[in-house]
């Protein structure tokens, strides 16, 4: 007759749910948006204008506080979710719309350095890989005439494939010769910018008769179909980075490459025993990532400018790895994470335009978004979370190979 362990309490789910990496993002950016709103009300003039007579009428500065956090947070959500001002329904989801045409290139670009993050590999260079992404679809995209749907199929492809050599580059210097990888994708991007501000000062790829840094006009049939009409910006780009996300998913979870990059990515050494070339996932992990990045490229030459810039790729590739990071390195965390970071860009510029509240804002809050998603046990600390191990509680398996099975081990 065997002996079987009492079932868990319920407390003991909830416990590992509060200790989960999902609720500790979720509370940075809570977080986040609480610091960033005491400084949205330090600098309102009327929250300055009533801490003269605070201790007369405390309420005054605690009501005139809430009123300019929350506007700017109202104005915020309005300009990047939802806008019931809007006289037609196609108005009022317009700025959904956006959020999700500026969320297409940081959801493809921070699943670039979320697979690198997989592998090992902190890839700082996606804004280089952008860079040179968007040049090899842009010069296919303005030069090349080609039949509808070819072209622009053409277009993403030169797109990937541009950025994929730049990021194997990265991979073949880390493999073969030990270079860091932070160092060298920081020089390659500037190298990238550079090097496509020199293209568009050349006859291949300036417009005839400008004297400025810009490349012709890409043909229709290069560009991306608007997804829901003419009235929105919105493209099919957006349709290719959830596919990404999929794809993205698909490799690290159930394909065999995705099994040898995240063993290279755990440990190095013990893969290269296991008899798993180290070289190889380095130079793959970091040409998908290279690729993805291309893909954003594509999103910003093919269906948002329309045209090739020095500034085509922003800050986007910067911004993909705090999109990564706050993703904890997984494609639909990552996914989430871009189009929270769609709205954050989206929404800022109405905020400041109805509420005066400066667009830095949404920087700093960002950057503390970082630096709380850097920093769990400041979190767990102030949240009063329980670490991973108290998420057991007092039945707790008695031995390790238990714990792996339960997956007590978070």
């Given at each position: 007759?065997?002996?079987?362990d009492p079932p868990a309490p319920e407390s003991s789910l909830v416990a590992r749910v509060m200790t989960g990496n999902a609720v500790v993002a979720v509370l940075a950016v809570m977080l986040s948006l609480i610091v960033g709103g005491v400084l949205i009300a330090v600098t309102d003039e009327r929250v300055a204008?009533?801490?003269?007579?605070?201790?007369?009428?405390?309420?005054?500065?605690?009501?005139?506080?809430?009123?300019?956090?929350?506007?700017?947070?109202?104005?915020?959500?309005?300009?990047?979710?939802?806008?019931?001002?809007?006289?037609?329904?196609?108005?009022?989801?317009?700025?959904?719309?956006?959020?999700?045409?500026?969320?297409?290139?940081?959801?493809?670009?921070?699943?670039?350095?979320?697979?690198?993050?997989?592998?090992?590999?902190?890839?700082?260079?996606?804004?280089?890989?952008?860079?040179?992404?968007?040049?090899?679809?842009?010069?296919?995209?303005?030069?090349?005439?080609?039949?509808?749907?070819?072209?622009?199929?053409?277009?993403?492809?030169?797109?990937?494939?541009?950025?994929?050599?730049?990021?194997?580059?990265?991979?073949?210097?880390?493999?073969?010769?030990?270079?860091?990888?932070?160092?060298?994708?920081?020089?390659?991007?500037?190298?990238?910018?550079?090097?496509?501000?020199?293209?568009?000062?050349?006859?291949?790829?300036?417009?005839?008769?400008?004297?400025?840094?810009?490349?012709?006009?890409?043909?229709?049939?290069a560009l991306y179909p608007p997804l829901l009409g003419t009235g929105f910006r919105l493209h099919w780009g957006f349709v290719l980075a959830v596919l990404a996300t999929v794809v993205v998913w698909w490799l690290l979870n159930r394909s065999t490459i995705g099994f040898e990059l995240r063993a290279v990515g755990?440990?190095?050494?013990?893969?290269?025993?296991?008899?798993?070339?180290?070289?190889?996932?380095?130079?793959?992990?970091?040409?998908?990532?290279?690729?993805?990045?291309?893909?954003?490229?594509?999103?910003?030459?093919?269906?948002?400018?329309?045209?090739?810039?020095?500034?085509?790729?922003?800050?986007?590739?910067?911004?993909?790895?705090?999109?990564?990071?706050?993703?904890?390195?997984?494609?639909?965390?990552?996914?989430?994470?871009?189009?929270?970071?769609?709205?954050?860009?989206?929404?800022?510029?109405?905020?400041?335009?109805?509420?005066?509240?400066?667009?830095?804002?949404?920087?700093?809050?960002?950057?503390?978004?970082?630096?709380?998603?850097?920093?769990?046990?400041?979190?767990?600390?102030?949240?009063?979370?329980?670490?991973?191990?108290?998420?057991?509680?007092?039945?707790?398996?008695?031995?390790?190979?238990?714990?792996?099975?339960?997956?007590?081990?978070?």
């Open positions: 007759m065997t002996t079987q204008a009533t801490a003269g007579y605070f201790f007369s009428r405390p309420q005054d500065l605690l009501g005139a506080a809430w009123s300019a956090a929350s506007g700017a947070y109202i104005a915020l959500f309005q300009g990047a979710v939802f806008n019931p001002r809007g006289d037609t329904f196609a108005r009022m989801i317009y700025p959904l719309t956006q959020t999700l045409t500026v969320a297409t290139p940081l959801i493809c670009a921070g699943l670039g350095v979320a697979l690198a993050f997989r592998a090992g590999l902190f890839n700082i260079g996606a804004q280089g890989q952008i860079l040179i992404g968007a040049s090899f679809a842009g010069w296919v995209g303005f030069t090349l005439h080609l039949p509808v749907g070819f072209h622009l199929l053409l277009v993403i492809a030169a797109g990937m494939i541009g950025g994929a050599l730049w990021g194997a580059l990265v991979g073949v210097l880390k493999a073969r010769t030990g270079a860091h990888e932070v160092i060298v994708t920081i020089m390659l991007n500037y190298i990238a910018a550079n090097l496509v501000l020199f293209l568009l000062s050349t006859p291949a790829f300036q417009r005839p008769g400008s004297t400025n840094p810009i490349s012709p006009q890409l043909d229709a049939t755990a440990n190095a050494h013990a893969a290269r025993t296991a008899g798993i070339s180290v070289t190889k996932g380095y130079i793959t992990a970091m040409a998908i990532a290279g690729a993805l990045a291309g893909l954003a490229g594509v999103a910003q030459v093919a269906g948002t400018e329309k045209v090739l810039t020095s500034g085509v790729a922003a800050s986007f590739g910067f911004d993909a790895i705090t999109v990564a990071l706050l993703g904890r390195s997984s494609p639909w965390g990552t996914f989430a994470a871009g189009v929270l970071f769609g709205a954050f860009r989206a929404g800022g510029v109405t905020m400041q335009a109805s509420t005066g509240t400066s667009i830095d804002i949404v920087l700093v809050v960002q950057s503390l978004i970082v630096l709380f998603i850097a920093a769990p046990p400041l979190v767990r600390a102030l949240f009063r979370l329980p670490t991973a191990g108290a998420a057991l509680g007092p039945r707790a398996p008695r031995n390790l190979s238990a714990a792996a099975t339960t997956g007590g081990a978070v």
